[in-house]
């Protein structure tokens, strides 16, 4: 009976991190989705809602990260580029950090240019604060782990990152 009662408490456990963790990567997955489908609609206030405080802070702030955005995203549409499609993959395995949970996701960039397309495949670092439920994003285009966690010391240094391929050039045809 004792044995009985162990495995049924064990099974509990086991179901429920279970769901706890699926119903995370939901929650990263749908948010992830939400920040790509705003950067692909010029959409500035969204992209700044998702993005981690600690970024938007080391911008100047909310309007000025807006700002920045704006003018950066702004200057691409005056050069007749635009985005074409951004999308997101599976996450990586969810690592608690003290209270803070953290993953990198991988993300495929393609932009419209003239005479053709550039497609990159880079990584986005999502973060929650609150178990799971909400998630925030940093691009880690370009950077390696060591380099954000000068700027992000709290960073796991079990996430790994990987090292960012090339752009791709896809001439029109």
Not at 46 to 73: C, H, N, R
């Amino acid at each position: 009976m004792k044995y009985l009662f162990f495995f049924f408490m064990l099974a509990t456990l086991t179901i429920t991190a279970f769901a706890q963790t699926a119903s995370q990567i939901i929650a990263i997955k749908t948010q992830a989705n939400i920040m790509v489908t705003a950067m692909k609609k010029q959409d500035y206030k969204t992209l700044v809602k998702m993005t981690y405080p600690k970024a938007i802070a080391m911008a100047g702030g909310d309007a000025k990260m807006l700002e920045s955005m704006s003018k950066g995203l702004g200057q691409m549409k005056t050069n007749g580029i635009s985005f074409s499609n951004v999308s997101v993959g599976e996450p990586s395995a969810i690592i608690t950090m003290g209270k803070q949970l953290q993953c990198t996701i991988p993300d495929k960039l393609e932009m419209k240019i003239m005479g053709g397309l550039i497609a990159t495949n880079s990584t986005i670092i999502g973060i929650s604060d609150d178990k799971g439920k909400n998630w925030t994003f940093i691009d880690a285009a370009g950077k390696d782990l060591a380099t954000l966690r000068k700027v992000i010391p709290t960073l796991s240094n079990k996430l790994v990152i990987p090292k960012m391929q090339q752009p791709q050039f896809v001439m029109d045809k």
